[in-house]
């Protein structure tokens, strides 16, 4: 079974930081890209940071660039999105996704279920 497992987030301050991970299972980890995309209430899903299939290339959208950092850990199947200087603009349920290219031109064959941060002023 695929699955795609998002946690860490919770309920921040304003300037602070989290750490989202997400874990997989039931597929080849190695061969996709992974995506990170958040929701935050009313408004469009967006894409904010990933990394692609070689692991050699991240992006980060403008609105996370120097705040956010994608990372990924093959041996435990695992990709991460270190969160810091976090703004109340960054609330949103966030989503990994494992797919192929990159949140602004890509595929993404799995998701995970959403993990909640709210960011508090």
């Known amino acids: 079974e695929v699955q795609l497992q998002a946690s860490g987030g919770g309920l921040v301050q304003a300037g602070g930081s989290l750490r989202l991970s997400c874990a997989a299972s039931g597929f080849s980890f190695d061969d996709y890209a992974i995506g990170w995309f958040r929701q935050a209430p009313g408004k469009e899903r967006e894409g904010i940071s990933s990394?692609?299939?070689?692991?050699?290339?991240?992006y980060h959208a403008e609105s996370v660039k120097g705040r956010f950092t994608i990372s990924i850990d093959n041996a435990k199947n695992t990709a991460y999105l270190q969160m810091d200087r976090l703004k109340v603009e960054d609330t949103a349920v966030y989503y990994c996704?494992?797919?192929?290219?990159?949140?602004?031109?890509?595929?993404?064959?799995?998701w995970g279920q959403g993990t909640l941060v709210t960011v508090s002023s």
């Open positions: 996704a494992a797919g192929g290219g990159s949140v602004v031109a890509g595929w993404w064959d799995y």
């Open positions: 990394i692609n299939k070689s692991r050699r290339n991240t």
